[in-house]
Structure formats: structure tokens, C-alpha cells
């Protein structure tokens, strides 16, 4: 819990992130959303588990260009018209879909229910919505401005920042996914795999549930709500440090 809990931190929207926009022109919007995307490993994790059994490029565009649309129409609808929510129980119900993919491809609904899987393109457009609704609350967290125009400028090009971010994304994972294919003990490889993907889900969700929990209910945790807000800051502002000491040990 504690390895992850920067993971979890890091996924925000940093203060440092914040003040950089203050100033910045629609080309920080396509950086910060191509980098959100880079980090938004709950909804790699998801798109992981929608290509990993295919193996054709039809359907790969098909089924991404599904889950673009969805994330596409909420990212934007709902950033422009201020409709949000608690993005903790936003990003809980996200990594239920994580966990809902990895027990889709073991054939969880036939072997253990005994009924057929959900429409597959169906499942992928809803949960878009729901992620491109996760990626609106943290996006509001940024200043965007008062006037219309230039609102809907920045959010759509933080949106094709996303869009960047997840093609090159998808690129990492076909390669990956390509050389796992190549395995002649591949069948054995796709479980582990997703019964791992079904594992990092239901970590992410008790992580995002206790974060509900905490700006829910912070008296109940020994400390006031300032106290509390100040810890989870304090905790915001290391991650974020550590991200970007380790980025500049890569360079």
C-alpha cells in the first residue's frame, strides 16, 4: 500500500502543474495531458486488458477509437459545463473497470456465472465515459480561465494531449503484448497477466476508497481536517519531487 501510495499521489494535478498553467498557452495543455496520460496507469491498465487479446489492427483501432470517443465526450462536455464529482469515488469506479477487463478476458461471466460476457464495444464506450469523466475532475483542478472560448481552447488541447499520451502508450503495449504472443507458453502468460490486472485493480480500489474515506470523514482518522489536509499536501508535494528527481537521473 505504502510503494503505491506515490504512484497514487503522483496522478494528480500537482500544485507545480497549477501555477505553470497560469501562464502558459494551449501547448502546456497538450503536454500536461499527454503526460497525465503517461501516468495515468489506471486507465492503461484498462486499455491493456481491452487489446490484449487482440490481435489484428482492425480491431485495435476499433476498440481504442471506441474508448476515445467515450473519454473524449466527457473530458470535454463535462470540464466546459463544471459538472464534477468526488474524483476519488470517480477513480474507484475506474479501477472496478480494470478489475471488470482482467475477469472479462479469463472468461469470468461463462466460467463462474455461467452466462455470456457483456457486449464487449458496449463495455468499452461506458467505461471511456467514466474515465474521460476521472480526467475531467482532475483537469478542473486547473485554471482554465472565465472566458468560453479560450476554455474550450485549453481543454481540448489538454484533451489531445491525452489522445498523444495514449498512442504512444499503445505503442509500449502492442510491442510488449507482440513478444508475450511469441511465447509458446503464452496461454499460461495471459492468465498471470490478467489475474494480475485484476489484482492492481482491486489495489487502486481500496486505495481510492480509503482516499474517500479520508476527505469524507478526516476527524475520524485522529486528527483535524487541517492537519489532515496538510499531510496529504505534504505527501502530494514528495511524490512529485521523486518523479521528477528520477526523470532527470534518466536524461
Do not use: C
Request: net charge neutral; glycine share 10%.
Amino acid at each position: 500500500m505504502l510503494l503505491f501510495s506515490g504512484i497514487l499521489y503522483a496522478h494528480g494535478i500537482s500544485e507545480a502543474d497549477k501555477q505553470a498553467m497560469l501562464g502558459g498557452g494551449n501547448l502546456r495543455y497538450v503536454l500536461l495531458g499527454a503526460m497525465h496520460m503517461l501516468t495515468g496507469y489506471d486507465h492503461l491498465l484498462f486499455l491493456f486488458g481491452v487489446i490484449f487479446f487482440l490481435n489484428n489492427t482492425k480491431d485495435i483501432v476499433k476498440f481504442v477509437t471506441i474508448f476515445t470517443i467515450g473519454h473524449s465526450i466527457t473530458l470535454i462536455l463535462a470540464t466546459f459545463l463544471g459538472i464534477s464529482a468526488n474524483y476519488y469515488l470517480i477513480d474507484a469506479v475506474i479501477a472496478l473497470s480494470v478489475i471488470y477487463k482482467g475477469f472479462d478476458n479469463v472468461k469470468g461471466f461463462p466460467n463462474y456465472f455461467g452466462i455470456k460476457s457483456p457486449n464487449l464495444m458496449f463495455m468499452v464506450l461506458l467505461f471511456g465515459l467514466i474515465h474521460g469523466f476521472g480526467l475531467s475532475t482532475r483537469l478542473q483542478q486547473l485554471p482554465l480561465g472565465e472566458d468560453p472560448s479560450g476554455m474550450l481552447l485549453r481543454i481540448l488541447s489538454f484533451n489531445i494531449g491525452v489522445e498523444v499520451g495514449q498512442i504512444a502508450a499503445l505503442a509500449g503495449m502492442l510491442i510488449v503484448l507482440n513478444l508475450l504472443r511469441k511465447l509458446t507458453s503464452f496461454d499460461r502468460w495471459s492468465k498471470i497477466s490478467n489475474h494480475l490486472l485484476m489484482f492492481l485493480g482491486f489495489m487502486l480500489l481500496l486505495m481510492q476508497l480509503h482516499g474517500y474515506l479520508h476527505t469524507q470523514h478526516q476527524d475520524e482518522f485522529g486528527f483535524n481536517a487541517d492537519e489532515h489536509s496538510h499531510i496529504h499536501m505534504r505527501m502530494e508535494a514528495e511524490s512529485q519531487e521523486s518523479y521528477r528527481h528520477d526523470n532527470l537521473l534518466k536524461f
